[in-house]
C-alpha cells in the first residue's frame, strides 16, 4: 500500500508541475488546455507517423484506462503465471491486466509524458524496482522538428502494445512476447516531413530500466507514412547484455520491420524479425558461434458491423538457441493461429472473446500429466478507456 500512496503522490505532484510550466509556458497567459484522452480510434497507437501538431497553447491530457479478463489455458501452470505470460496472465481466473492513469504535457517546445499501472503486466513483466513506471520522459524541441527526449519509454520495438486496447487481439504473439516491453534512455527523433521521420537512441540494455553492464544499446528507428492508411516503421538496435564479470561477450543485432494499413472496415498489420547474437550457439557441452533466430506475424481485422468485427491472426517464432526465449525449450519453431470478436457498445469500451491455438516441435506444455507441443486458449476480455 505505501508504493501506491508513494506513486499516486507522484502522479499529483506531476499534474500541479505540469500546469505551473503550462501557465508560464503561455505567451497569451492563458489557462492550461485541459483534455480527456478518450480517442476512439486507439488500434496501432503509437505504430504510426503522428508529427505533433502546432499548439497555440500549452495542453495537458489526462487518461485512464482498465483492462479486466478472463483466460483458459490447457496447460497446468507451475506458478501464478502461465509460460509467455503478459496479457491474460493467470489461468482459469477472472484477473486485472492493468489499471492505468497518464498525464501528458504538450506545447511549442516542450512534452512529457508520465503513465503509471498497476496489475498483471505490470508484475509478470515489469521490473521490481519500478514496477508501476509505464512511462516518464520529457522532451524538448532543439532546432525545427529536431526533438530530444530522455526518460524511460514504452518499447518502440513490435507491432504488439503492453495495451491490449492498442491491438487487434487480447493475447500477444511470442514475436512480441520475447521483445522488450520498455527502454531507459534517450531519443533523437527528427521529423523530415509529414511521411517521413528518423530517429537516432540510446538505452540502458534491452529489456531493463536499471543498466546491467558498462555497455550501451544503441539503435535506429525509420517511420514511413506515404498516407493516411499506409505506415512502415523499421527498428535496429544493437548491444551487449552480458555481465561484466564474464569476459566472452555477446553482441546481439535486432533487426524490426512491421507494417500497418487501417482504411474503411479493414484493419491489417504485418511484422518479420530477425536476430543474431555472437558466441551464442548451442554445440554441448560448450556454446560457440553465432546464434540466429527469426519471428513473424500477420493481423487482419474486419468491420463487418457497426459495433461488430471479426479478427484473426498468424505467427511463427523461431529461436532454437534461446537468444530471447531463454529456457522455454520451444526447440525450432512455435506457430499459432488466433481468432475472435469485438464488441464496440461506445466508443471507449470494447468486449472481446478469442480463441488460440500454440504448436510447437518440442513437447513442453504440461498438462493432464504429461508435456505435449501444443496449448489451447480462450480468451475474454474487457477494456474501458477515458
Avoid at 505540469?18 to 496501432?44: C, E, G
Avoid at 518479420?272 to 556454446?287: A, V, W
Wanted: aromatic content about 16%; proline content about 2%.
Amino acid at each position: 500500500m505505501i508504493s501506491v500512496y508513494k506513486y499516486t503522490t507522484l502522479i499529483l505532484f506531476a499534474f500541479f508541475c505540469f500546469t505551473s510550466i503550462a501557465q508560464q509556458d503561455s505567451t497569451k497567459k492563458k489557462l492550461i488546455t485541459i483534455q480527456l484522452k478518450n480517442d476512439s480510434n486507439v488500434l496501432f497507437q503509437n505504430k504510426k507517423l503522428a508529427p505533433d501538431e502546432k499548439l497555440n497553447e500549452p495542453k495537458l491530457e489526462i487518461g485512464a484506462y482498465l483492462s479486466s479478463y478472463y483466460a483458459y489455458y490447457s496447460e497446468d501452470n507451475s506458478s501464478d503465471y502461465v509460460k509467455h505470460a503478459t496479457m491474460a496472465a493467470r489461468n482459469n481466473e477472472f484477473g486485472l491486466n492493468m489499471v492505468m492513469i497518464s498525464l501528458g504535457y504538450r506545447s511549442r517546445k516542450v512534452r512529457s509524458n508520465v503513465t503509471l499501472h498497476f496489475g498483471d503486466i505490470a508484475e509478470s513483466t515489469w521490473p521490481n524496482k519500478f514496477n508501476m513506471i509505464q512511462e516518464a520522459n520529457a522532451g524538448v524541441e532543439l532546432f525545427k522538428n529536431l526533438w530530444f527526449d530522455a526518460g524511460v519509454f514504452r518499447s518502440h520495438i513490435g507491432l504488439e502494445s503492453t495495451q491490449p486496447r492498442e491491438n487487434i487481439t487480447s493475447g500477444m504473439t511470442l514475436a512480441n512476447v520475447y521483445e522488450p516491453y520498455f527502454f531507459s534512455g534517450a531519443k533523437l527523433t527528427y521529423l523530415i516531413n509529414s511521411k517521413l521521420s528518423l530517429q537516432l537512441n540510446t538505452f540502458n540494455s534491452f529489456n531493463s530500466i536499471i543498466e546491467t553492464n558498462k555497455n550501451k544499446l544503441f539503435g535506429s528507428s525509420v517511420v514511413f507514412a506515404p498516407n493516411d492508411y499506409l505506415s512502415i516503421t523499421y527498428n535496429f538496435i544493437t548491444g551487449d547484455d552480458t555481465p561484466d564479470s564474464v569476459d566472452l561477450k555477446h553482441q546481439r543485432f535486432y533487426h524490426n520491420l512491421y507494417a500497418t494499413y487501417q482504411k474503411k472496415k479493414i484493419s491489417i498489420g504485418a511484422e518479420f524479425n530477425y536476430g543474431i547474437q555472437e558466441y551464442s550457439k548451442r554445440i554441448d557441452p560448450i556454446t560457440v558461434g553465432t546464434a540466429y533466430m527469426n519471428s513473424s506475424l500477420l493481423l487482419f481485422k474486419h468491420q463487418s458491423f457497426k459495433k461488430v468485427a471479426f479478427y484473426t491472426r498468424g505467427e511463427w517464432f523461431s529461436d532454437e538457441d534461446e537468444i530471447l526465449s531463454i529456457g522455454s525449450n520451444m526447440g525450432k519453431y512455435t506457430w499459432g493461429a488466433t481468432a475472435g470478436i469485438e464488441y464496440k457498445p461506445v466508443k471507449n469500451m470494447a468486449l472481446s472473446v478469442e480463441g488460440r491455438q500454440l504448436n510447437s516441435e518440442k513437447e513442453n506444455f504440461y498438462y493432464n500429466g504429461e508435456y505435449r507441443k501444443e496449448r489451447n486458449e480462450f480468451i475474454f476480455c474487457l477494456d474501458v478507456w477515458f
